[in-house]
C-alpha cells in the first residue's frame, strides 16, 4: 500500500511528547480526537509480543478530557450515559456509553467522579464537548463544560507496577483497579488511575503541567531501563483479542449498545433518566438485529480501511468486517465483526474479500481465545 505523509497543523494537534515520540523512532500516525496518535514503532507484531511480557510507556493524550462541574453536572452525565451513575463514588473511574435520543451510540469514554460537582470524561474518538455543551445547554443546566489542557501517559503491561513503584512509591500497588488517587513525583501531585486500553494491566497518569510531564516521561523511561521497558501505543492486535472496542472502528452511532454487548451497562428499569432510554427499552422488547461477535480469517495479511462484507456460502451478506490484524498467537487473522443476529453461532464459516481474493474464514465469540 502506497504510505501518505500526515501534516501537523494547528487543527491536527501534537501532543507534549510528540517530541519524545519522534526521539524514539515513531513508525506511523493516525489521527484520534484531532490529535496525532501513534500507531506503531517498530511493527504492531512485535510491539504486540513485547507489550504483553514486559512494560510500554504511551503517550495517549487524544484520550480527551472533558470537565464537567456545577450544581448541575451529575444531570447532566447521567442524562448522556444509559449507565446509572446515581451511587457513583469519588475516586472511582466508570466505563460508560454514552447514547442519544434513538438510543444509538456516541462515544464510550472513561468517567471520573472527582467530587460531589465535578466529573472529568475521558472520551474515545468523536466530539463529545459539543454533545455536551448542547444537551447543557438546552436545558439551561447549572453547569461549566470544557476541554481541560490534561495531557496523559499510560504504563501499561505486565511489569507496569514495577516502573510504577520506581518513580511513584511502595503505595502505588495499594491502587484498586478503575479508581484512581494522587501520588507525589519531584514534588509536583499526578491524578493517577488503575486503567488502560489493553488486557496487559497497567495505570493512566494525568498531566497538567509540559514541563513536569517531560520530567517524568524521561524519568519513567529510565527507571524502566532494567524492566525492557519501551514506548508504545494501543495494540491492534492485543485489542482485538481482547475486545477493546474501538469507537468509530468497531462501533459507530449506528449501533446501539445491546448490539455492542454492553447489557450490564444499560440500565431501563429504575428512576433514572437518560436521553434514548425509551428507545433502548424498545430494543429490548423488540430485540437486536446485529451483535459484534470475533472472527478468524485464514490470511496471514489484510490492510482494512473501510469495512467488507462477510458472506456465506450463498453469498448472503451475514455482516461486516470492522476491525483486523494478523494475529501471531493464532497464526492467521484476528477481527472484530458486526454480524446479523441469525447468524451469530460460534464457528459459523463465512468468506471474505481480502486484497480482490475470496478468503475464509469463522465467527467466534469474545474475547477471542
Known amino acids: 500500500m502506497k504510505k501518505f505523509l500526515i501534516s501537523k497543523t494547528r487543527r491536527l494537534r501534537s501532543t507534549p511528547f510528540t517530541s519524545r515520540l519522534e526521539k524514539y523512532g515513531v513508525g506511523g500516525y493516525t489521527v484520534y480526537n484531532h490529535m496525532l496518535l501513534p500507531t506503531f514503532f517498530k511493527s504492531v507484531e512485535e ?28 444531570k447532566l ?11 457513583a463514588k469519588i475516586n472511582k473511574c466508570y466505563y460508560v ?13 472513561l468517567i471520573l467522579k472527582i467530587d460531589k460537582t465535578k466529573w472529568r470524561i475521558c472520551i474515545a474518538d468523536s466530539d463529545v464537548l459539543f454533545f455536551a455543551k448542547g444537551i447543557a445547554g438546552s436545558f439551561n443546566f447549572d453547569v461549566k463544560v470544557f476541554e481541560t489542557n490534561i495531557a496523559t501517559l499510560a ?8 516502573v510504577m513503584k520506581k518513580v511513584f ?73 481482547g475486545a477493546l472496542l474501538s469507537y468509530g472502528n ?31 427499552q424498545d430494543i429490548k422488547k423488540k430485540g437486536i438485529e446485529k451483535k459484534i461477535m470475533g472472527v478468524k480469517i485464514d490470511s496471514n495479511e ?13 453469498n448472503n451478506v451475514i455482516g461486516f468486517l470492522r476491525s483486523a490484524a494478523f494475529s501471531p498467537k493464532f497464526n492467521k487473522v484476528v477481527g472484530i465483526a458486526m454480524i446479523k443476529s441469525k447468524y451469530c453461532e460460534d464457528s459459523l464459516k463465512f468468506q471474505v474479500n481480502i486484497n480482490k481474493k475470496l478468503v475464509s474464514g469463522k465467527i467466534c465469540n469474545l474475547p477471542i481465545l
Not at 510491539?47 to 451529575?74: A, C, M, P
Not at 452525565?77 to 451511587?87: A, G, V
Request: with cysteine; net charge negative.
Open 97 to 109: 456509553p454514552f447514547v442519544d435520543k434513538e438510543g444509538n451510540m456516541v462515544n464510550d469514554p
Open 169 to 241: 512509591g511502595e503505595n502505588i500497588k495499594n491502587l484498586k483497579f478503575f479508581n484512581f488517587d494522587y501520588f507525589e513525583f519531584r514534588g509536583v501531585k499526578y491524578m493517577i488511575s488503575k486503567s488502560g486500553f489493553s488486557k496487559q494491566g497497567g495505570y493512566e497518569i494525568y498531566i497538567e503541567d509540559t514541563e513536569s510531564g517531560l520530567i517524568l516521561y524521561d524519568e519513567l523511561m529510565n527507571k524502566g531501563k532494567e524492566l525492557n521497558i519501551k514506548p508504545g501505543c494501543p495494540n491492534a492486535i492485543e485489542r482485538i483479542e
Open 250 to 280: 468497531d462501533m459507530d452511532n449506528n449501533d446501539n449498545p445491546f448490539e455492542c454487548g454492553f447489557d450490564k451497562y444499560i440500565c431501563l428499569d429504575n428512576g433514572i433518566n437518560y436521553l434514548g432510554k425509551k428507545a433502548l
Open 47 to 74: 510491539e504486540y509480543e513485547h507489550l504483553k511480557n514486559h512494560v510500554q510507556l504511551w503517550d495517549v493524550t487524544v484520550q480527551r478530557q472533558i470537565e464537567v462541574s456545577g450544581n448541575d453536572s451529575y
Open 155 to 162: 504504563i501499561q503491561g505486565p511489569k507496569s507496577e514495577e
Open 302 to 314: 489484510i490492510n482494512l480501511i473501510q469495512e467488507e462484507k462477510l458472506l456465506d456460502q450463498n
Open 77 to 87: 452525565i447521567q442524562l448522556m450515559t444509559c449507565r446509572d451513575l446515581s451511587k
